[in-house]
């Protein structure tokens, strides 16, 4: 019962956290309080809003502890704010599957690619030549690149488009250096998880896009657990 009362007192504060601008430091040490991989499933159901945090996150193998959460979102906080001086590019804070901090970047499809097309153009390469940077200077932190398609079309047309978009930019920020083992999840999410209404074409335009997400390898989790984590 006493477990049961702790932890029902930390998913309160993580539905408060989810409706304010708490940094990922904060919510990090709040989530390490309530146990950390033991709620991470829920938390990342949470925090961030959009349903996706169980999407991510590395094998952690132990709980997580106050001070690993608090050293991993102060982490986050650094490589969100490098993220957001890369052009063109939309951040924002998400949680993982371990109820980590984490980091989710969006490029439009307007921005990367041609209608239709996977071809990356000149400022998409520009773009991410910059974002590159941020993966090479955070190397511990894992990455996931989803592609995603608006309505138009069928399922036989975008499954294929979003996942090539997605290796479109896979393969473009490996050329700019970034290391083949940082890149744990290459997938198209094809038209299933709109953030816009497709009626519209405003709406099918934010719907065409590549996510990439950051989050805490498990290399970084052991170095935040034994508090060596810089």
């Given at each position: 019962m006493k477990n049961l009362k702790i932890n029902a007192a930390v998913l309160s504060g993580l539905l408060l956290l989810s409706g304010c601008n708490a940094n990922n430091t904060t919510k990090g040490g709040l989530i390490g309080a309530g146990?950390?991989?033991?709620?991470?499933?829920?938390?990342?159901?949470?925090?961030?809003?959009n349903g996706k945090g169980t999407a991510i996150g590395a094998v952690a193998g132990t709980a997580i502890g106050t001070t690993a959460g608090i050293l991993i979102g102060k982490k986050m906080d650094k490589a969100k704010a490098a993220a957001e001086a890369v052009k063109n590019?939309?951040?924002?804070?998400?949680?993982?599957?371990?109820?980590?901090?984490?980091?989710k970047v969006t490029f439009d499809s307007g921005i990367l690619f041609a209608t239709n097309k996977s071809d990356l153009n000149a400022a998409a390469k520009t773009s991410l030549s910059d974002f590159a940077k941020v993966l090479k200077t955070y190397s511990d932190a894992d990455v996931a690149i989803y592609g995603h398609t608006?309505?138009?079309?069928?399922?036989?047309?975008n499954n294929p488009l979003s996942e090539k978009r997605a290796q479109s930019?896979?393969?473009?920020?490996?050329?700019?250096?970034?290391?083949t083992n940082q890149?744990?999840?290459?997938?198209?999410?094809?038209?299933?998880?709109?953030?816009?209404?497709?009626?519209?074409?405003?709406?099918r335009t934010q719907n065409r896009r590549v996510e990439v997400y950051l989050y805490a390898s498990k290399a970084m989790i052991d170095a935040a657990n034994a508090g060596t984590l810089q």
């Open positions: 146990g950390g991989a033991a709620i991470g499933a829920l938390a990342g159901r949470l925090i961030g809003g590019a939309q951040v924002e804070s998400v949680t993982d599957a371990n109820g980590l901090s984490a980091v608006d309505n138009t079309g069928s399922d036989a047309i930019v896979e393969n473009y920020l490996r050329s700019c250096g970034v290391a890149i744990a999840i290459v997938e198209g999410k094809g038209s299933t998880e709109p953030i816009a209404d497709n009626s519209t074409a405003a709406g």
